[in-house]
């Protein structure tokens, strides 16, 4: 709600990227969009529309996250918190990268993780598939790598970004009352 709020007191427009197609109107240019991060053909669907119907996008914040208690896998066939909870978001943005670059006074990506990352090592080859190391770990666990790929994520593209005038930022938003823990 924080986020929203501050948003709400900036002149920019909005694009809201969602599970369900419930809207919101808060007086503003709003347009909302559907998506699952657990899937990376909604992700690509999403980012083309999108990008078809958006001149420039000024922020994008990749705030979606999960915390399951079962093993699970995306339609993919990848580890749920890091199907979700990262690629998701990092295909996302990647799409978007161009349309953000657009924006001549720049732009931010905003990437909400967690302190959890600070309890995860990551194995690029065993982190990503249940059935791999992934499966060993437990759902707490892959939650934390999942977060710690987000921050990673946006030190590399922070750099890679700079040339376009794109800020990116990685923000813990502290304890929140989502209900997440309760799935564990």
């Not at 419930?22 to 699952?36: A, F, K, M, N, T």
């Not at 982190?127 to 790929?149: P, R």
């Amino acid at each position: 709600m924080a986020t929203q709020k501050q948003m709400l007191i900036s002149d920019i427009s909005y694009i809201i990227r969602c599970c369900t197609h419930s809207v919101v109107r808060i007086g503003l240019h709003l347009q909302v969009y559907h998506l699952d991060l657990a899937s990376l053909n909604s992700v690509r669907a999403c980012a083309k529309e999108i990008r078809n119907e958006e001149a420039r996008i000024d922020i994008l914040v990749n705030n979606a996250g999960i915390l399951t208690s079962r093993r699970k896998t995306t339609e993919d066939g990848l580890e749920i918190h890091m199907g979700t909870n990262h690629l998701g978001h990092f295909l996302l943005t990647n799409l978007l990268l161009d349309k953000m670059g657009a924006n001549p006074d720049g732009a931010r990506i905003v990437n909400v993780t967690s302190v959890m990352y600070k309890f995860a090592s990551l194995d690029p080859d065993d982190d990503l598939v249940v059935g791999s190391g992934a499966a060993e770990a437990s759902s707490l666990m892959c939650y934390s790598k999942s977060k710690l790929a987000n921050i990673l994520f946006t030190r590399e593209l922070s750099r890679r970004t700079k040339a376009m005038s794109i800020s990116c930022y990685a923000a813990n938003p502290g304890v929140v009352s989502t209900g997440i823990h309760g799935y564990v």
